[in-house]
């Protein structure tokens, strides 16, 4: 039976309390759907980077933006998984909106296949390890962790989603995420992914209980400043064996959740400038096309000028500042353009 060990801490307790004064500030107030959109999409490139980068992925922001707009098809093993954590986020995103959702082992399986497809053989893609491994310290390259044997992994998966289940109205919800999150580690169910997996799989549960962070949020980011800090707080080291008992969880939470802190202060100081930005400001004329999109799915320019009497090359002024803002997408040539959400 899993019982984490772990006391509130004066630091904890503080922590909690600082979240939720600002998520209920935020959710207090009003944005324009142009700046959450933008902000949406900032947020995805920024978890997309600074989760493959912890995990040892070379690319820099500036090449991981430029894969994720291009999207090319012929590839290296970096840019894979870059696009691969990207679909993750977006299905992910798609299923919460939808509260399709159900978070139990399919869940974490169909992650790490989504995020390993294609880079591992496919036995070790949406499957649990079926062999032992080991965890390097990322600078000496030295082994560091003895994970558990593959054989009590289903068991020990199963504890801890009971324990999620059982705990959801008793335990606040940033504490049953990060005990979650460092719990995963510890397991290490599979070959590889385990870290990309358990922060995916962290999202999902902390948007479950009310705080969605993939809307604009990257707590990836925080661990990403300091990966060195993020390993040594989320692992642990010497044979699981020795240590499953002595293990006190009290540290990870206090600085999983100075992470959370870090990147709320990070969000409200992005829609501060946002919003003082007179050149994102949607006009009448732009909301109309944005309203008619979302009754009818697209529109074309036929469209808009039943809406509107603006002249023909204004209107197309009128899609550009859509598309450069990154709302919509032009489709089809000619007489067949349509223009979609992006």
Same mark, same amino acid.
């Given at each position: 039976?899993?019982?984490?060990?772990?006391?509130?801490?004066?630091?904890?307790?503080?922590?909690?309390? $600082?979240?939720?004064?600002?998520?209920?500030?935020?959710?207090?107030?009003?944005?324009?759907?142009?700046?959450?959109?933008?902000?949406?999409?900032?947020?995805?490139?920024?978890?997309? &980077?600074?989760?493959?980068? #912890?995990?040892?992925?070379?690319?820099?922001?500036? @090449?991981?933006?430029?894969?994720?707009?291009?999207?090319?098809?012929?590839?290296?093993?970096?840019?894979?998984?870059?696009?691969?954590?990207?679909?993750?986020?977006?299905?992910?995103?798609?299923? %919460?909106?939808? =509260?399709?959702?159900?978070?139990?082992?399919?869940?974490?399986?169909?992650?790490?296949?989504?995020?390993?497809?294609?880079?591992?053989?496919?036995?070790?893609?949406?499957?649990?390890?079926?062999?032992?491994?080991?965890?390097?310290?990322?600078?000496?390259?030295?082994?560091?962790?003895?994970?558990?044997? $593959?054989?009590?992994?289903?068991?020990?998966?199963?504890?801890?989603?009971?324990?999620?289940?059982?705990?959801?109205?008793?335990?606040?919800?940033? #504490?049953?995420?990060?005990?979650?999150?460092?719990?995963?580690?510890?397991?290490?169910?599979?070959? @590889?992914?385990?870290?990309?997996?358990?922060?995916?799989?962290?999202?999902?549960?902390?948007?479950?209980?009310?705080?969605?962070?993939?809307?604009?949020?990257?707590?990836?980011?925080?661990?990403? $400043?300091?990966?060195?800090?993020? &390993?040594?707080?989320?692992?642990?080291?010497?044979?699981?064996?020795?240590?499953?008992?002595?293990? @006190?969880?009290?540290?990870?939470?206090?600085?999983?959740?100075?992470?959370?802190?870090?990147?709320?202060?990070?969000?409200?100081?992005?829609?501060?400038?946002?919003?003082?930005?007179?050149?994102?400001?949607?006009?009448?004329?732009?909301?109309?096309?944005?309203?008619? %999109? =979302?009754?009818?799915?697209? %529109?074309?320019?036929?469209?808009?000028?039943?809406?509107?009497?603006?002249?023909?090359?204004?209107?197309?002024?009128?899609?550009?500042?859509?598309?450069?803002?990154?709302?919509?997408?032009?489709?089809?040539?000619?007489?067949?353009?349509?223009?979609? &959400?992006?």
């Amino acid at each position: 039976m899993f019982n984490p060990i772990y006391t509130i801490s004066p630091k904890l307790l503080a922590n909690i309390k $600082q979240i939720a004064g600002a998520v209920a500030s935020l959710n207090a107030r009003n944005f324009s759907n142009v700046v959450l959109i933008k902000l949406e999409k900032k947020a995805r490139e920024i978890s997309v &980077f600074s989760s493959t980068s #912890i995990e040892g992925n070379p690319l820099p922001l500036t @090449d991981v933006k430029r894969i994720l707009k291009n999207k090319p098809t012929h590839i290296r093993d970096s840019e894979k998984e870059v696009l691969n954590y990207n679909n993750a986020l977006i299905d992910l995103r798609k299923l %919460i909106k939808n =509260k399709k959702q159900i978070f139990d082992l399919a869940l974490i399986l169909k992650i790490q296949k989504s995020i390993s497809s294609g880079l591992l053989e496919k036995y070790c893609c949406g499957h649990l390890r079926q062999e032992s491994v080991f965890v390097n310290n990322p600078k000496t390259r030295q082994v560091s962790y003895l994970p558990p044997k $593959q054989k009590e992994v289903p068991k020990l998966l199963g504890e801890l989603f009971d324990y999620v289940k059982k705990n959801r109205n008793i335990v606040d919800p940033l #504490i049953l995420a990060g005990i979650f999150h460092k719990q995963f580690v510890i397991i290490h169910p599979f070959i @590889d992914g385990n870290g990309r997996t358990a922060r995916l799989a962290t999202k999902v549960l902390l948007a479950e209980m009310g705080l969605n962070t993939f809307n604009i949020f990257s707590f990836e980011n925080y661990y990403n $400043q300091n990966i060195s800090k993020y &390993f040594q707080e989320v692992g642990v080291f010497g044979d699981y064996y020795e240590t499953k008992n002595k293990i @006190d969880f009290t540290s990870w939470l206090e600085y999983f959740t100075d992470g959370i802190i870090d990147e709320l202060l990070r969000v409200k100081k992005e829609l501060s400038l946002e919003v003082v930005s007179p050149d994102k400001e949607l006009k009448t004329y732009h909301q109309k096309i944005i309203k008619y %999109i =979302k009754k009818n799915g697209y %529109i074309a320019d036929r469209d808009y000028a039943k809406l509107t009497t603006r002249a023909k090359p204004t209107r197309n002024l009128d899609f550009r500042k859509l598309i450069e803002l990154d709302i919509i997408k032009k489709l089809g040539k000619g007489k067949a353009t349509y223009y979609k &959400f992006k």
